[in-house]
């Protein structure tokens, strides 16, 4: 195996994702439009997606890091939304953009057009993801997006095998559709229920870190596979087992969550440039085997799809907001009047990403008499134009959409007075945990080192109310100035331990030892700031 043109595609998505940092053109929009300049250069390797590497090896710890940063509670809180969409729309979407496909291309099948419209129902993960931290959603419509990328591409894996099952000949019912769905979703929900406990046992009673982020690495890919083994829908799998150890994270040692927290930061950056990269790069794939169509009527196909699954998702939800309202007065009293602008925002949000394409590619070459499978070439190019037009059709235009309509973002003065009432109780508690074991004889504790206890718990205590208002001159609350003078005195210090090193006083070992130890002082006193 050459691994030369995986390190290409890697490096060089990654150098465009971190480019794109100093544009205002969201990452996943230039590392697809790069992808697709970069394809036809002379020489560029073949980046065909194998769906064998795509869905075992990148969906499960993409699946992975999205449900982790996500909240089971707010995923709880918008159940019937997220359901809604993920099951409700994606099946949805399947039946009614397939039957438009059918309508519209005299050569494709029922049972093909159905294929093509499981293929490309389900909105993707890291599209949806990227994208709304990138454009500042109000946290309830991130929460949706969110939990129904998550979810859908269990939905929409399992319609697709069903609609698959037809088109090649093996027969396909109401009944078994139902049932296979039914094996996936709970056998998935099943498997991960009773991996995340003893998954969640292992993290908090190893006792090194690097054991414990070990585990963690493979985690999303064990919890697939096991699901797959079973029969049962390995997305689910892997976003119960994420969901549960990202809720009972505070239980990991504190060492684990900082490492933990640093690698898989890096391997979704990673593998999102390097899933936007392969997006872009499979023009060419796609174009190889198009030869029999006339490009003027293929052009046709695609923006008719396009604006068929456009308007299937706002077909479906306008209604899926106000009808459970209209029949139930339970959820009248629960949740206020949505107004027509987060419906919009979720309607125009459709972005379709590489599950598609994996899904897409495959799809078997002949069916069970031995001939072609209908029209698989042009179902291959209708995906990826598909793809490629809601990333950049609706991710170019959602920021500007969302400035358009004002909606309203997070009130960061009510967050920090939330943030000053939650510390000042915990804080309480601090120091009458403190006091009580200052009480006990084998707490002996010296003058200098209890005021530095008690200061360091004051300065936490304070910090939230001083950054609602600035108190010197460059506007810094003095928890902000705290902060600043804090990284210049360990700066001071680790320029100390190297030149130590250097005139050969301390050797490296010990100079990793002394920088680790800053290291942990920087990384926390970053987290407070940013909230990283």
Do not use: C
């Amino acid at each position: 195996m050459d691994a030369l043109p995986v390190l290409l595609l890697v490096a060089g998505s990654a150098a465009v994702a971190g480019a794109a940092r100093r544009t205002p053109i969201p990452a996943p929009l230039l590392i697809v439009t790069v992808g697709l300049a970069v394809s036809y250069l002379p020489g560029v390797p073949d980046y065909a997606l194998d769906p064998e590497i795509v869905l075992p090896l990148l969906l499960p710890p993409l699946l992975y890091t999205a449900a982790a940063d996500s909240s089971y509670l707010g995923l709880r809180a918008h159940a019937r939304a997220i359901g809604l969409l993920s099951v409700g729309y994606v099946l949805f979407a399947t039946l009614a953009v397939g039957y438009v496909i059918y309508l519209l291309v005299p050569e494709l099948p029922l049972t093909a057009a159905l294929v093509l419209g499981a293929v490309i129902a389900p909105p993707d993960a890291v599209a949806a993801t990227a994208v709304a931290r990138r454009v500042g959603l109000p946290a309830r419509i991130t929460t949706i997006l969110q939990g129904e990328s998550l979810v859908n591409d269990a939905t929409a894996i399992t319609a697709y095998k069903v609609a698959v099952a037809a088109a090649v000949g093996e027969g396909a019912s109401w009944g078994k559709g139902i049932g296979e769905f039914l094996l996936a979703s709970v056998g998935g929900i099943a498997v991960g229920l009773v991996l995340m406990v003893p998954l969640h046992w292992l993290r908090t009673h190893l006792t090194e870190a690097l054991l414990q982020n070990s585990l963690s690495l493979l985690t999303p890919f064990f919890a697939y596979a096991v699901a797959e083994k079973f029969g049962g829908s390995g997305v689910l799998a892997v976003v119960v087992v994420a969901l549960y150890l990202a809720h009972r994270s505070w239980q990991v040692d504190f060492a684990t969550r900082l490492q933990e927290d640093a690698v898989w930061r890096m391997v979704a950056f990673i593998l999102e440039s390097a899933v936007f990269a392969l997006i872009g790069l499979q023009l060419p794939v796609v174009l190889d085997d198009l030869g029999q169509y006339d490009s003027p009527i293929v052009i046709w196909y695609a923006l008719a799809l396009f604006l068929a699954v456009v308007a299937a998702r706002f077909v479906w939800v306008y209604p899926a907001t106000y009808l459970p309202r209209f029949f139930s007065a339970r959820v009248r009293r629960r949740e206020p009047e949505p107004t027509w602008k987060g419906p919009f925002v979720i309607g125009w949000a459709g972005m379709r990403g590489v599950v598609s394409l994996a899904i897409a590619f495959s799809i078997p070459v002949s069916v069970h008499d031995g001939s072609d499978f209908p029209a698989r070439s042009l179902i291959l190019f209708l995906t990826f134009t598909t793809v490629i037009g809601t990333l950049v059709v609706q991710g170019v235009s959602l920021p500007p959409i969302i400035r358009l309509l004002r909606l309203p973002q997070r009130d960061t003065r009510r967050d920090t007075l939330i943030e000053a009432q939650a510390q000042s109780e915990a804080s309480t508690a601090a120091e009458k945990r403190l006091e009580a074991l200052l009480t006990e004889e084998t707490n002996p504790l010296p003058g200098p080192l209890l005021d530095r206890l008690r200061t360091v718990l004051e300065r936490r205590k304070n910090a939230p109310w001083e950054r609602l208002g600035a108190v010197n001159d460059e506007g810094e609350s003095a928890d902000d100035t705290y902060r600043r003078l804090s990284r210049e005195m360990i700066g001071a210090e680790r320029a100390v331990f190297v030149e130590l090193r250097d005139h050969r006083r301390i050797d490296d070992e010990m100079l990793r030892t002394l920088l680790h130890r800053l290291d942990l002082e920087e990384a926390a006193a970053y987290r407070e700031e940013t909230g990283d």
